[in-house]
């Protein structure tokens, strides 16, 4: 039994370092590894990176984070990927990470995401140089988490994302918003790579269930949404 | 994003409130429910400490500051989980 334990959209700053400690002291009785989904901190800032790190580094098991748009904020995500990773924090942005458990290989791999969309309701690359930008940007984030995805030589393949990969998991939310919170191309990405799991956040008022179109679970772990110091899914 | 929103179409009181806080960087909050009934803005959602709850009534009060503010923002839980999903 392999167990993620996973959360998201944590916004970390100094006035709340130190609330998701204490239940992290026991993490190895009840996971494997952690996963964290994206906007650890409030503006991206270097002073919010370090109290990430002095919240999840040196846990006991591997944690495994990509960052959110909160983590941009500021212009420091170079700066705060530095600081996680100086604390044993592998952040991901189109790579991935191997976790060995019970002698199977674990493959996470991560990308931030970005809006666009879902099938017949999203963004397309079309008239003015800016539109074209954003979904640009969307299908590089999913090309990036395709190409991750098909690298890794494991033997349970995770998927770790900010934004949304599916629509199923932004139930709550209010529609007309779905193309800020997710697109369909990080759902493709997932279904042609044999994936497992996909983990993502960002949708405060989503549902924590949802499935890609080709069948893959999809977890929400947006703090709001799980309302616990992080959520533990097995996977046989 | 300045000046007094008291006053106008409530759509566009929600939009200024909305948008308040999540461009304003002592909030930064984008996960907050916004919703008004006459004179009355009601706040909800969940935050993830006391301060932060205060601070954003401060940033609605400054954008709405003849309307009354029910805040009902919620502190987000961070203890241990309770349970666990296995997938078969």
């Given amino acids: ?236 | 994003m300045t000046g007094d929103h008291s006053t106008g179409a409530p759509q566009y009181q929600v939009a200024a409130v909305r948008r308040a806080l999540a461009e304003d960087e002592r909030t930064a909050e984008q996960g907050i429910k916004v919703t008004v009934r006459g004179d009355t803005i009601l706040l909800s959602g969940d935050v993830e400490c006391a301060r932060r709850r205060d601070e954003i009534a401060e940033v609605v009060h400054e954008v709405v500051p003849a309307m009354r503010i029910y805040n009902d923002i919620k502190v987000t839980e961070a203890g241990e989980p309770t349970g666990r999903e296995e997938f078969r």
């Fill in chain 1, 1 to 236: 039994m392999i167990r993620i334990a996973a959360i998201g959209d944590v916004h970390l700053s100094k006035d709340t370092g130190g609330r998701f400690r204490p239940a992290l002291r026991t993490l190895d009785e009840h996971a494997d590894a952690l996963l964290l989904a994206g906007d650890l901190t409030r503006h991206g800032t270097v002073e919010e990176a370090k109290v990430v790190a002095a919240e999840f580094g040196s846990l006991s098991v591997p944690v495994v984070a990509v960052l959110g748009n909160h983590d941009y904020h500021s212009n420091r995500s170079a700066e705060v990927t530095e600081v996680l990773a100086d604390a044993g924090i592998s952040v991901l942005e189109g790579q991935s990470a191997i976790v060995p458990v019970d002698g199977r290989k674990v493959g996470i791999a991560g990308v931030k995401g970005f809006g666009g969309g879902f099938a017949g309701k999203c963004a397309s690359a079309f008239g003015e140089p800016e539109i074209k930008a954003f979904v640009e940007h969307t299908e590089v984030a999913a090309a990036k988490l395709r190409g991750a995805l098909e690298a890794m030589d494991c033997d349970v393949r995770i998927a770790l994302t900010h934004y949304s990969p599916v629509s199923d998991t932004l139930r709550g939310e209010p529609p007309e918003i779905y193309p800020f919170l997710g697109c369909y191309q990080l759902g493709e990405a997932i279904d042609s790579c044999d994936t497992a799991l996909a983990i993502h956040g960002h949708a405060h008022y989503g549902t924590e269930q949802g499935f890609t179109p080709g069948g893959v679970r999809v977890r929400n772990v947006a703090h709001p949404i799980i309302r616990a110091a992080y959520a533990i899914y097995c996977i046989e």
